[in-house]
């Protein structure tokens, strides 16, 4: 065969031998079995303007974050430094192979490397080796593979979600957030340095365990950028002298309770954005847990904090410490307790509507008994006719239970339910005692309530989802009472040192000082705060009054320096004083009134007609209602107290035997009893 010809065979022998390696080589590639590239990330709580809230790691606590925006200088950094020929190789740089190889059979050692970030992304999403030529060539496949099915902002996008970044720190965010406390949006010169050294030995270059090594490795490549023309030589002399950092910052752990809950719902992974605000959360986690420690020290305390006008929630602190002594994992925002009197306004503001009252009308503090139900006063003192404004202002019992009766316990189960709330009772059938907190409602219900009746009488859901619909409840109360009730509230002396402006607020105490209370509203926002024990263990002197309050008027300054104004009075609002009110609304009287006796006439509860009693020798004691003071009294025909004008109070034991008990009030109106005084000595029977 000529020498020509046989060359020519020669070399398509060679071109078809190329073919063969080329097409084995593609179906070698398109053969690869790739490792999943959607891994799993962190759960992101955010607020109202994208700060981080919470993060939860993923699994074996890595804290992995979703990828994001990134400073372009880094990402310059890093192509520049780890592969320069990111943009245009296949996933396999050969140049930098056969130099890294060179490398190393003319020093006998691994000078530099040779992997391509895309050959990296292969190691990382397979957790594979490097030191070994089989591992090698396994991420040369995947990356050649990878190369084929994605894209290069893809794949980098893979390199900043798992690059290491030391100890549990996956992604740049992660990096960025736990070495420098920032998002990786605007990281100087040094930061991005760091960030561009660490994923190459994580562990020996963790700053806050080898700062040395940390700081050779990114001074190193802020030479080499500045030789490539990436940094200037002021820019890089700059960065030399950034301090290296010492520790890792936590990530933020801000409202626990509430984003446990969102992620205990959702079962879903992602980011999810909430409307309470970052700065504003963390100060008023701190203020709940100075006010419990001063209360005692095992006490507790909850706050939420909304927007009246859109039921936005803007803080919601759940415990006075998420992982304290103190059962801080029980959220108290969400806990079923007694209210005590913060649902008073509520039933005043029913009674204005259904024409039984007005701020001025007079209603009695007088003894009074419903059925076998005799309230009393916390102070145990009865004051007679008083103004509904005073009686309110004072959270005086028998009043408001005087108009729940006329209302019905119903119709105010009813109300509670029309302004958001979720009120839980331990029997079935409501009683007179829900307007002194004998029903349970969770603060979030109460905090739902103050919402309706400082938007108006009819108001926003509370809401902690951006995405959640706004919604409304029904109208609870006028727009007129519902003004009444915060006028009333704000004429309450508010505790020394609260923020300037006016405050309308409610303090409440539950049975057995269990439930210390106060909520109160500008004319934006409410807060509503508690104090307690969760476990419900009494607190003995924790008033509502005396430790609520001032955290109310604290949290109310750390949120701003001056309160927003009241809503002025609608044009309905009848402002005027008793006198003038129409004859109905002077005196507050029953319906049925007109059908009964005169009710102004003195009314001896106690002791009853015909009454036995063993008084042992000890005072007597006498109750009574109605009447006009100062009272009279007189003892077999004999006056023993004169000027009296409280309605409970004790007299001189008559001794043994029958009494006649005459009570004369200053209109000349009386009551008598007829009673027989057993004056045996105690254990005789």
Known sequence: MPRVPRLLFALAGALYLAALARDGADRWVDATVLPPVLTETSVEMRDRNGDLLRVFPVADGIWRLQPGAVDPNYTAMLIRYEDKRFWTHSGVDPVALLRAAGQSLWSGRAVSGG????????RLIEDGSTGRWSG????????????????????????LTHAPYGGNLEGIRAGARAWFGKEATRLTAAQAALLVALPQSPEARRPDRSPEAAQIARDRILRRLERHGVLTKPEMHAALTETIPDRMIPFPRLAPHLTDRVKGQTRAT?????TLDAGVQARLETLVARAAARVGPRVSGALILADHRDGKILASVGSAGYRDARQGFVDMTQAVRSPGSTLKPLVYGLAFDQGLAHPETLISDSPVMFGRYAPRNFDGVFRGDVRVRDALQLSLNIPVVRLTHELSPARVMAALRTAGSEPRLSSGTPGLAISLGGVGLSLHDLVQIYVTLAAGGQ???????????????SRVLSETSAWQIADILSGITAPTGSTSGTLAFKTGTSYGHRDAWAIGFDGQHVIGVWL???????????????????LLTEAFGLLKPELTPLRPPPPSTLLVGAAQLPQPLQRFRPRAAAFETDQTAPDLLFPPENAVLETFGSPLTVKLRGGVGPFSVLTNGVPILTGQRQREFEIPNPGP??????????????????FRIDQSAPGSR
């Not at 992997?115 to 292969?122: F, I, R, W």
Request: net charge positive.
């Open 136 to 159: 090698k060539f396994r991420q040369i496949r995947v990356a050649l593979a990878l190369e084929r099915q994605l894209s290069k902002t893809q794949i980098l996008n893979l390199y």
């Open 657 to 674: 035997g029958f009494t006649s008990l005459v009570v004369v009030d200053a209109q000349g109106q009386s009551d008598r009893a007829s």
């Open 270 to 274: 992602g980011v999810f954005d909430l």
């Open 459 to 473: 108001g926003p859901i509370l809401r902690h989802d951006t995405l959640a619909d706004a919604r409304l409840t």
């Open 532 to 550: 307690g024990r969760a476990d419900g263990t009494p607190v003995p002197g924790a008033f509502g009054g005396d430790v609520a309050a001032p």
């Open 115 to 122: 992997s391509t970030l895309t050959m990296q992304v292969a």
